[in-house]
């Protein structure tokens, strides 16, 4: 149980971060794109430092918990109340996130800045199009692919430094897939927002849970050639 717990806080953690740090940029112009892509990093390090001693290293991804569910990192038992934990965490998480931002807005509304609700909530969803969308789910794809095994390579090699490795590499990371596909790279973050925005979800979300789903699978796959770690 006490995995699961770890799981559900860390993703709250980093979650709240990320969506906050969307949020200034997409609706409030208060940061830059560098922001965003640092934010996340140092956000998902965090997490793994303080959480991942309890969870496998930390995931806060469920395409990390089936990459290491392939490699028997972890049982696919784990990874199911992994994923559960995951996706409640982000949406606890995000909606601290919005809460709190809405109601900073409300009180600080002014004639030159009237952000409504309906333009922070948006933000929060990667966009496509119609002739985005194959390209858009190849960045998702590969990015997702290389994190996903960044990260259980580095919590099986280097249990010590990989919240570093890992947040570093989630860094450059978005650094190339923000500006392309609005970085998602986690199954979470896609979802999430739905559960606070149903009725404004883009139609191009099934885009990103492929992607990330498949490289989950693909990443998973070519780890089993370099370990076979213990299930846990």
């Known amino acids: 149980m006490r995995k699961y717990l770890a799981e559900f806080l860390g993703t709250l953690l980093f979650m709240l971060f990320a969506g906050a740090s969307i949020i200034y940029l997409t609706a409030f112009n208060f940061a830059q794109i560098f922001d965003i892509m640092l934010t996340f990093g140092l956000a998902l390090m ?34 199911l109340g992994y994923t559960v934990a995951q996706l409640l965490g982000g949406i606890t998480g995000l909606g601290f996130t919005i809460a709190g931002i809405n109601g900073l807005s409300n009180i600080q509304k002014s004639a030159s800045q009237n952000i409504s609700t309906t333009q922070i909530l948006s933000s929060l969803h990667p966009t496509s199009s119609d002739l985005l969308a194959p390209y858009t789910f190849g960045v998702e794809l590969v990015l997702t692919f290389f994190l996903v095994l960044v990260i259980l390579l580095a919590i099986q090699e280097h249990p010590r430094l990989s919240p570093v490795i890992a947040g570093t590499f989630l860094t450059l990371t978005m650094f190339t897939a923000f500006p392309l596909s609005g970085g998602a790279l986690n199954p979470v973050r896609v979802i999430a927002p739905i559960f606070y925005t149903s009725n404004q979800a883009g139609s191009f979300i099934w885009i990103y849970l492929a992607a990330q ?15 076979r770690p213990t299930q846990a």
Do not use: D, E
């Open 213 to 227: 789903l498949l490289a989950a699978v693909l990443a998973g796959g070519v780890l089993r050639i370099f370990y």
């Open 46 to 79: 965090t997490s793994m430092f303080i959480w991942g001693p309890w969870a496998n290293g930390g995931h806060f991804n469920p395409a990390v918990s089936i990459g290491a569910a392939i490699t028997g990192q972890i049982t696919w038992k784990t990874c």
